[in-house]
């Protein structure tokens, strides 16, 4: 089968195997502890371990997207913010 | 007792994920992969990093497309909402009078959404159409093909009565799931209409609320044909939403690359704010429940 339409490159496939390997993870952290660790963080609403992971990515896309519209194109410092803010998802929400 | 954990289950969920997989996530993959590199055709890519990005987030263009969309989202939810809820309540619960205003109701969610443009086109038109032509003669200065005023209650009108019908159906279907116990006790306790509505039928209508709220939103935020048959975006670029300005990139400019990069920071959005609504108005419904 020929995927060149698809145009992949090293940096979008090492992004997409970062997500896939966080899904792993998360799916092999159910199956060690199932239901999911509901509980009630900052945000004063319950939320589970795959919520925490939505919003700690959806949160890190803004993150990068800000710093490159503010500061610039150099995204180390911005991913660096993205792995902080989400270890804090994870901890506080 | 210890609870067991069978996950078998999930081999029934793969036909899905492998129809998602065609339909969602290698698509979605290929946009990523487009945002990142520029393209002349005979698939040939040269790698552009995250210029296309730098470029949207630096474009009034986008700014300015994503304002009219933001716009046009809350005109449509602050009218069609309060306007569907109040028709579902003022709809007859038993009789002949039923299945008539479900039909009605349903008729204009039939209408493929290019005919309901093409429609109004006509509709609005000044030389020919009824309500052009009627509001000239009125003698009220009306052209939706010129003035931005225009053109704008032009779509938002047809938007309403295309839509309303959505917000009918879920909150009538809502109205009507409500056992005939709760307003006998509150005829006992001689509430008021405004008392009824406030506490029996609009907190029994929270779910399919939050269900209209969603869609209409989604709806009204990804706009394309409609306004696209009725104005083409213009006058000017005055309608010119989100999805129609994003179609004009990748489709009539075939810059491929700069339309993966704005339609991947439009997802963002459309993920963000669906989120916050869903979470907002879910949280809020099982306050209320407890």
């Known amino acids: 089968m020929d995927f060149s339409w698809m145009a992949w490159t090293w940096p979008t496939a090492t992004f997409f195997g970062v997500i896939l390997a966080l899904l792993c993870g998360m799916a092999v952290w159910e199956y060690r502890v199932p239901g999911g660790s509901p509980r009630v963080g900052i945000l004063r609403f319950e939320t589970t371990r795959g919520d925490r992971l939505f919003i700690s990515l959806l949160g890190s896309a803004f993150i990068n997207l800000a710093w490159l519209g503010l500061v610039g194109p150099e995204l180390w410092w911005s991913l660096a913010l993205s792995v902080v803010y989400a270890v804090c998802v994870f901890r506080f929400v | ?11 029934l969920v793969l036909p899905v994920l ?18 990142v590199q520029d393209t002349f055709g005979n698939n040939q890519f040269f790698w552009a990093g995250l210029d296309w990005f730098q470029d949207v987030l630096e474009s009034n263009r986008f700014w300015n497309a994503l304002g009219r969309n933001l716009i046009f989202s809350a005109i449509i939810l602050a009218i069609e909402i309060p306007l569907g809820i109040y028709i579902a309540l003022n709809m007859p619960k038993k009789g002949w009078g039923v299945p008539v205003c479900l039909v009605l109701m349903a008729l204009p969610l039939l209408i493929p959404w290019n005919v309901v443009g093409t429609i109004w086109q006509v509709f609005g038109r000044v030389d020919i159409g009824l309500l052009g032509r009627t509001l000239a003669a009125a003698g009220i200065d009306y052209n939706y093909v010129q003035d931005p005023v225009d ?3 032009t779509i938002i009108v047809m938007d309403v009565w295309h839509w309303t019908s959505l917000v009918v159906l879920l909150c009538y279907a809502g109205l009507v799931s409500i056992p005939d116990a709760y307003y006998q006790a509150a005829r006992i306790d001689g509430a008021s209409r405004w008392s009824v509505f406030r506490f029996i039928q609009l907190p029994k209508m929270g779910r399919v609320l939050l ?20 104005t083409g ?12 300005d994003l ?14 990069a704005m339609s991947l920071v439009y997802f963002l959005i459309v993920l963000s704010l669906s989120w916050v609504f869903y979470t907002v108005m879910t949280n809020q419904g099982q306050e209320k429940g407890k």
């Open chain 2, 1 to 11: 007792m210890e609870r067991t954990y069978n996950n078998k289950a999930w081999f």
């Open chain 2, 18 to 35: 492998v129809l998602v997989a065609f339909s969602a996530i290698i698509p979605l993959m290929t946009v990523v992969n487009y945002s």
């Open chain 2, 151 to 153: 053109a704008w209650l």
């Open chain 2, 211 to 230: 269900i209209a709220v969603l869609l209409r939103f989604m709806d009204s935020f990804m706009i394309y044909t409609e306004p696209f048959v009725v």
């Open chain 2, 233 to 244: 975006g213009g006058p000017g670029n005055e309608t010119t939403f989100l999805s129609i």
């Open chain 2, 247 to 260: 179609v004009k990139m990748a489709i009539g400019q075939f810059d491929v690359g700069p339309a993966a």
